[in-house]
């Protein structure tokens, strides 16, 4: 039986913190769209996707706590802590730093990062539900198809 201490910290419904995380990485994706486009100049660039990366970063990494205070598996909060590791990485190199890594050695373990996490929130996904992993999947092509669009007109996604 839990005490009622216990029952406080553990959250009332899991599943309300799989929503979240799977609603996080689906604006990410379709953000992502805007990112890549915004470098082919077909839409102005913004500052405002380092202020979302820093908001989903603090919310991913309070689902993760939250997942592993619950003593869910390990991925519920393995996998929401990689995607939020990764968005503080991409806002210290591209938003504070404003550094050109793009065109240094560094670039293969931040797309290793950026994979790895981006898969990780589809597996996620997939595992709280079939249709969420679909639609997940889906956000996740549209992104690479504006990167692949960025790539081919300015070189770089």
Known sequence: MMTSRE???TPTNPRSS??????????MNLIMVL?????????PDTQLASWIWALFSLVLL???VLNLRAKREWWASALPALLALFL????????????????TRWLGPYL????LSILGMVGYSFLAGKKYGVITLLTY?????AA???YFTVGHG
Do not use: K
């Open 148 to 150: 692949l669009y960025s």
């Open 35 to 43: 990112v890549f486009l915004s470098r082919t100049e077909l839409i």
């Open 18 to 27: 799989d929503l979240i995380v799977i609603l996080i990485a689906n604006l």
């Open 112 to 115: 290793l990062l950026y994979y």
């Open 88 to 103: 503080v990485i991409e806002i210290v190199l591209d938003y504070v730093l404003q550094f050109d890594f793009r065109s």
């Open 62 to 64: 309070a689902a993760a």
């Open 7 to 9: 029952a406080e910290a």
């Open 141 to 145: 092509f549209l992104s690479q198809i």
